[in-house]
């Protein structure tokens, strides 16, 4: 299709028609203008207001482009839409604000109540303050009456022990070794085992805290709850009256299923039981011959046999004539006496007799027994031996041995012989030993806890406490209250004071052995101003 180009002169008429029709729209938007001026002017105000809230520009441009009528319903719908978001924003922006102030009303409520609290608090914790002040200033007062009253109080069941004095002793030793205060019926046990030197038997073993010394009668309370219950309870249905005792201190159940056995020990005879209640069994019983173990063999969980050898005393015979010719019988032999004296038992037992009548006259050497052999052993029981010297003594097989290994130690006992054995100071002078018992005192109490004592007289550094009682007394006649060591408190055992003032000793100490440790060498003896502790 061939369309004809416009020529310029076209072009001019066209660009002034669109000039012209410009012209009339821009006066069309005055008069439109003009006339909105003079509708506001006339009485018009919904409108002004409704289209107050839009752009002026955005306005001109809808009266410009609609009609007048439909101009005006334009801009009064966009007035209202306006309101309505504008309404909307308002009431949420109100609602935070409320929110907002709620929020903080609350807040402050709980500041309150939380300041309430802690005044509240403080006020108790003032109040309490005071109690305890007031209930502090009353405890002193009433420690203040307490110590008045303490120093207005005589204090005869807290005393320092002092020196005492004895003339002379009244009491039959005799009767604490029948162990009385058992209390309780016993029935003998018939029969006595005795074995030659070298002859292999096979023993029950029981471990025990003490050391079991031949020809020493002594108790054995033991309960239920203890490993040698068992043991000894099979050793009566067994009918057997004789059984092995080795010395194991401590725990001694463990140390009897997993550890090995002392390798020396001595035969234990039950001459009297009492099986009274379920739960116990009391023994009075006699150690009788040494014996070395060659080999132990567990039977059940807790009960050990040994195959032991039984050991014997090595006496050399006698050199000393009893018809007086030892100097006929030496000068022919060419050797000086004391070389034969040396060896004779009855010379060194005469020598060591005399040697305690130095260290004490209380201790009664005339109940000693009379053999050798058992004179010896009962030494170890008696005399203030350190323990490895016992146990030392209890394996020498030569008796002249034994024995002048006992001089020896009788001649070195210095004044302070006994110390404690916690802190080293001096309690027990040799001198001051006083025999009470005619075995070893060895005593055992309601628990079942069996005791080596060292009796004395008089001791220094130690007090005594509590209220005398005879309840369970080892000794009849006398009761007995706890002792300690005024340097270290440790204790140390037993002060016994008489129920009758006519006998003597009216007071005597009873101390452990393993509460007290022998004092040998040349030393100046601990005191409470030397001892550290």
């Known amino acids: 299709m061939d369309e004809t180009p416009p020529d310029d002169n076209d072009r001019q008429d066209e660009e002034g028609a669109g000039m012209d029709i410009v012209e009339d729209n821009e006066n069309t938007v005055e008069h439109q203008q003009l006339d909105m001026q003079d509708t506001e002017e006339d009485g018009h105000p919904e409108v002004q207001n409704e289209a107050s809230g839009i752009d002026q520009n955005f306005a001109s441009i809808i009266l410009s482009n609609f009609p007048p009528e439909e101009a005006e319903q334009v801009l009064q719908d966009l007035a209202e839409l306006d309101s309505e978001e504008a309404l909307e924003e308002q009431w949420q922006e109100h609602q935070r604000e409320q929110q907002a102030i709620e929020e903080a009303a609350d807040q402050f409520e709980q500041d309150q109540i939380a300041e309430e609290e802690a005044v509240e608090q403080l006020r108790q914790d003032q109040i309490a303050e005071e109690e305890a002040i007031e209930q502090l200033e009353q405890d002193q007062i009433a420690e203040e009456e307490a110590i008045e009253q303490l120093a207005r109080m005589p204090r005869p069941h807290v005393q320092l ?65 203890t490993l040698q219950f068992g043991i000894v309870r099979s050793l009566l249905d067994g009918n057997h009256n004789t059984f092995g005792a080795v010395h194991m201190p401590g725990e001694r159940e463990q140390m009897y299923l997993g550890r090995s056995w002392s390798q020396f020990g001595v035969t234990v005879q039950i001459i009297e039981v009492s099986e009274d209640t379920p739960h116990e069994i009391v023994l009075k019983c006699r150690g009788r011959q040494r014996f070395k173990t060659i080999k132990t063999h567990r039977s059940s969980n807790t009960n050990v046999h040994a195959t032991v050898s039984i050991l014997a005393d090595h006496i050399p015979a006698r050199i000393r004539d009893p018809a007086g010719k030892l100097r006929e019988f030496v000068a022919s032999s060419g050797h000086p006496a004391w070389l034969y004296e040396i060896h004779d038992v009855y010379n060194v037992m005469a020598k060591i007799r005399k040697e305690i009548s130095k260290v004490s006259r209380f201790v009664n050497i005339d109940m000693a027994p009379k053999e050798p052999d058992m004179f010896s052993y009962w030494l170890i029981s008696a005399m203030p031996f350190k323990f490895n010297q016992r146990v030392q003594m209890l394996r020498e097989n030569n008796l002249v041995v034994r024995l002048m290994s006992q001089l020896s130690h009788l001649k070195r006992l210095n004044e302070y012989d006994y110390c404690c054995e916690l802190c080293g100071i001096a309690i027990v002078c040799s001198s001051h030993l006083l025999s009470m018992s005619t075995d070893g005192p060895f005593f055992v109490n309601p628990t079942g806890h069996a005791f080596e004592l060292v009796t004395a007289y008089s001791i220094q550094n130690a007090l005594s406490n509590g209220t005398p009682t005879e309840r369970d007394s080892w000794f009849p006649g006398y009761a007995w209250s706890y002792l300690y060591c005024t340097n270290c408190m440790s204790f140390l055992g037993w002060k016994f004071t008489s129920v009758d003032d006519a006998r003597q000793p009216s007071v005597f100490y009873g101390i452990q052995r393993n509460a007290v440790s022998v004092l040998e060498d040349d030393g100046e003896p601990a005191t409470a101003e030397n001892v550290i502790v």
């Open 161 to 225: 022990e002092r020196a005492q004095h004895l003339e002379a002793v009244d009491y039959d030793i005799a009767v604490p070794s029948q162990h009385s205060y058992l209390d309780m019926p016993m029935q003998r046990v018939e029969g006595c085992n005795y074995w030659l030197e070298g002859q292999t038997v096979n023993l029950f073993l029981v471990p025990l805290d003490v050391i079991v010394i031949p020809g020493q009668t002594f108790p054995l309370r033991i309960r239920d709850s």
